[in-house]
């Protein structure tokens, strides 16, 4: 059975930093093709907004506009952990944040950006993260 777990969530001040991580049991980062990896967010009323995402076979990556400069995806394949490093956090920001993994479903694949999240068979349960001075 495969789990995603989020963890590294919290408050934050405004301009604030946070590492969120995705923590993959059940199938293996690693493996020959890779994982794609997404990391989304949501908030109240609004859509679920694709933030960045990663290809756990070769490192390519890709990052939403809204976050490009400020955020950095990585993976760490021995540790079956995606991170999500979070930097000047705005109070526009504040969401639940997810993880989202599929067997070799790479950054571009479908055109530029990452895969939408009706393609991601594996999610975790998503992590609070608040902006707030």
């Known amino acids: 059975q495969v789990h995603l777990v989020e963890s590294g969530g919290g408050l934050v001040q405004p301009g604030g930093s946070l590492r969120l991580s995705c923590a993959a049991s059940?199938?293996?980062?690693?493996?020959?093709?890779?994982?794609?990896v997404g990391w989304f967010r949501q908030a109240p009323g609004k859509e679920r907004e694709g933030v960045s995402c990663?290809?756990?076979?070769?490192?390519?990556?890709y990052y939403s506009d809204s976050v490009k400069g400020r955020f950095t995806i990585s993976r760490d394949n021995a540790k079956n952990t995606v991170y999500l490093q979070i930097n000047s956090l705005t109070v526009e920001e504040p969401a639940v944040y997810y993880c989202?993994?599929?067997?070799?479903?790479?950054?571009?694949?479908?055109?530029?950006?990452?895969?939408?999240?009706?393609?991601?068979?594996?999610w975790g349960q998503g992590i609070q993260v608040t902006v707030s001075s």
């Open positions: 990663v290809s756990t076979w070769d490192g390519d990556t």
């Open positions: 989202a993994a599929d067997r070799s479903l790479y950054p571009g694949q479908y055109g530029s950006g990452c895969p939408v999240p009706g393609l991601y068979a594996y």
């Open positions: 059940g199938i293996t980062l690693g493996s020959l093709g890779g994982y794609g």
